[in-house]
């Protein structure tokens, strides 16, 4: 898989945040006022309800990753922050789009790719239809670029989300080969 | 015990030991101002919030203890935002609380609302919005912790009218003194790092041009004890910033005054120079470093800070260390007398010579008073420093009267020296000096201020002289912006955009009669110290001097904005020929 200058000067934070009024603003705030580029960003309630993750992928070529981190540490409401390293991460993002497909020809294909990218189709017009798709960033590109000669009328993204690998090996059990962590 | 959130917000205040609040009433505040009637605690009623603000600064400088500011909604809110800014730009401890429209009305554009903790948000350290009555004892002795422990700051406490109105319901509350803290994401003590400490140690005794760079951090964390055993014992000198004047005796030894901008040539060169910088408390401030990337290029880097992100944020550190001042430099000494403290020191005969050297040929200086002309600046601050209390506390506003002051003054104890320092707030001396005296009555308080700053913030003169607080002001009158007509001099072919406010008007001396204080004017120099001994005497109402001071002197040394610190340009008598 070739990868994309944009991640080469990005990282992706995961912040665990209390869940109270105007947390957003404060972690927008200081990344606007301290000259942080934010590639994307996700909130969502956790399994806790005190709190909130706030999935961030900051762009590290306007500050180092660990000024970053430091002054997102000291806003009081954020509590934990998980720096992923993208080899040992899983990251998902979503993708929506509805196409132009006016003819049985160019459904069809549209419905190939869909197919081929384990997409789905969420709604149907007469001369339209609306897919969707998760993965990985390189992935959507790759599906969105793909589609584009249908003429996309409306596309959106979600933010990346994500979350630590798993241990692959049970670590109480010795074992003599070192342990891997597959892609996924 | 029953209590409507008014009477909690009072009773909070005296839960946390504050004696005085600086503030002023008004509509979403003013249940709050009820109960105050029956409180211990002393209101400083001032004439516009923004002085509420900076006595708060002015008393938490001098005292360690927090300022509290009390002002209403609104306008009140946002005449609040700069003296918020200007203590979290210096760490200074302040609990402001304001009002809010009732909960309900808030987001209608109702009359004075404004969204003060969104506006507030990046001026203080951290701000509330209570929704609750019964909140208010948590959230105000949240408010104290956070403005005083880690590295301190303004917290801002907003609460909405309804939650404090007698007979509302939403305002009762059972009183409950809080005693714990639910702040999972605020973590201010770190263990220390011994290995750190180790390698410091080892830093410091092998290094052959040392100077130790000892910033605010130092007043903040009460560590000017440590900091003068761990200069003894390694026999290293020490440059004083701005925030940290007082913070170590600027008549020992090893004391090679303030750097920067403005810095005297020797605590300039000597980090120029320096092989290894000792950084305690301070932050690589562009007006101490100047040009970022020929600042000190020889020098290793200890740096102490209780804040990691000021850790490698302008300067890379070799060795970083995270902490309380006090703390790890009580470290750091126990670890240089582990390896033998002054025996285990590098030889450092030359590098002293050199810095004698360096004193020798380039003291701070000024001219002799030139005959039919004003006062020189200089001469004024150096006959107040002789004629007052060594402990006397100087309070500055900002410009060229500021770094005079910094400069001529000697301090020789902690917590004598109060300005604005990070954030520039010309002002700021009125106000603060008169939070200093409130907070030290026993102390000679003595501002420091140049015409353009006093005509900011004067009328909190009139506040002074009601509440019989003897602060003293000396107004350097050159009648201009004289550190922005410097700058014109220099660098701006002598265009003096803007610059002339004219000495003679306002009249100050009628001015501060007319406020209440007792009102002098000095032209000669012979006048001077009589005067200063005058008003050294009254201590029953404010004394405001008008010095009339030569427009065209200028602050030297001086490090051209942006130029590195080895261009710096010094006093026009000590330049080669």
Request: hydrophobic share 40%; glycine share 8%.
């Amino acid at each position: 898989m070739t990868t994309t200058a944009r991640t080469d000067d990005t990282r992706t934070l995961v912040v665990r945040v209390e869940n109270k009024a105007g947390v957003l603003a404060r972690i927008a705030g200081l990344f606007s006022r301290r000259g942080f580029n934010i590639e994307s960003l996700a909130v969502a309630p956790t399994e806790d309800d005190r709190f909130s993750r706030i999935t961030i992928v900051v762009d590290v070529s306007s500050a180092t990753i660990d000024q970053i981190v430091a002054q997102l540490d000291k806003l009081i409401n954020v509590v934990q922050i998980q720096l992923l390293d993208p080899k040992t991460s899983v990251e998902r993002e979503l993708l929506m789009a509805t196409l132009d497909a006016p003819t049985p020809v160019a459904r069809r294909e549209i419905i190939d790719l869909v197919q081929i990218f384990d997409a789905s189709v969420l709604n149907v017009g007469f001369d339209q239809l609306m897919v969707s798709v998760a993965g990985s960033q390189q992935r959507l590109d790759d599906f969105e670029a793909l589609l584009s000669r249908y003429g996309i009328t409306e596309l959106q993204r979600t933010g990346k989300i994500a979350l630590s690998q798993l241990v692959k090996v049970d670590p109480t059990i010795e074992q003599n080969n070192k342990p891997t962590t597959g892609e996924n | 015990m029953q209590l409507n959130g008014a009477q909690a917000v009072i009773k909070a205040l005296e839960y946390e030991g504050v004696d005085t609040v600086f503030g002023m009433p008004g509509g979403a505040i003013l249940p709050v101002y009820d109960p105050l009637i029956e409180s211990s605690i002393r209101h400083i009623l001032v004439r516009h919030e923004q002085g509420a603000g900076h006595m708060a600064s002015g008393y938490a400088h001098a005292t360690g203890r927090p300022g509290v500011a009390i002002v209403t909604s609104g306008p009140a809110a946002t005449n609040m935002v700069t003296p918020l800014l200007d203590a979290f730009m210096d760490s200074i401890p302040m609990v402001c609380i304001t009002g809010q429209v009732a909960l309900p009305a808030i987001g209608t554009d109702a009359f004075q609302e404004a969204d003060t903790t969104g506006i507030t948000m990046s001026a203080t350290k951290h701000n509330f919005l209570v929704t609750k009555a019964s909140d208010i004892p948590q959230v105000i002795h949240d408010a104290f912790h956070l403005a005083t422990t880690g590295r301190p700051g303004p917290v801002l406490v907003d609460i909405p009218k309804d939650l404090v109105a007698a007979g509302n319901p939403n305002a009762m509350l059972d009183w409950y003194e809080p005693n714990s803290h639910d702040l999972p994401g605020y973590k201010p003590h770190r263990d220390v790092d011994f290995d750190a400490i180790a390698e410091a140690a080892e830093l410091i005794c092998a290094a052959e041009r040392p100077v130790i760079y000892s910033g605010g951090g130092i007043l903040r964390s009460r560590a000017a004890e440590v900091l003068l055993q761990l200069a003894e014992m390694t026999q290293i000198p020490v440059v004083t910033t701005l925030m940290n004047r007082g913070g170590f005796p600027d008549n020992h030894d090893l004391c090679i005054g303030m750097p920067g901008m403005h810095g005297n040539y020797t605590a300039v060169m000597a980090m120029q120079n320096a092989d290894l910088l000792i950084a305690l408390g301070a932050r690589f401030d562009d007006r101490v470093t100047g040009d970022r990337g020929s600042f000190a290029p020889d020098a290793k880097v200890i740096h102490v800070d209780v804040d990691p992100a000021e850790l490698g944020k302008v300067r890379h550190a070799h060795v970083p260390i995270a902490g309380d001042a006090r703390e790890i430099i009580g470290a750091i000494n126990d670890s240089v007398a582990s390896l033998g403290g002054i025996d285990a020191q590098a030889d450092r005969t030359i590098w002293r010579q050199t810095i004698s050297g360096w004193q020798e040929k380039y003291p701070l200086v000024y001219g002799d008073h030139e005959d039919g002309k004003l006062l020189k600046p200089q001469f004024v601050i150096e006959q107040l420093r002789d004629a007052s209390p060594e402990d006397t506390i100087v309070v500055a506003g900002v410009g060229q009267h500021q770094m005079w002051a910094s400069q001529f003054w000697t301090f020789n104890h902690p917590y004598t020296w109060i300005n604005s320092g990070g954030l520039g707030t010309m002002g700021y001396s009125v106000p603060a000096a008169i939070g200093a005296q409130v907070g030290m009555p026993d102390r000679m308080v003595w501002a420091v201020d140049g015409d353009g700053c006093f005509q900011m913030t004067a009328q909190e003169l009139v506040t002074a002289a009601i509440e019989k607080i003897p602060v003293k002001i000396a107004i350097l009158n050159n009648g201009y912006l004289g550190m922005v007509r410097q700058w014109q001099e220099l660098f701006y072919d002598e265009r003096y955009s803007e610059t002339h406010l004219g000495a003679d008007l306002p009249n100050f001396k009628m001015w501060a009669e007319s406020m209440g204080c007792v009102g002098f004017r000095v032209d000669s120099p012979e006048e001077v110290g009589p005067t200063i001994q005058k008003a050294n005497e009254i201590n029953d109402r404010p004394v405001v001097i008008d010095f009339r001071t030569q427009h065209d002197e200028k602050v030297y040394p001086m490090v051209p904005a942006g130029a590195s610190n080895s261009e710096l340009i010094v006093d026009p008598s000590q330049r080669d020929a």
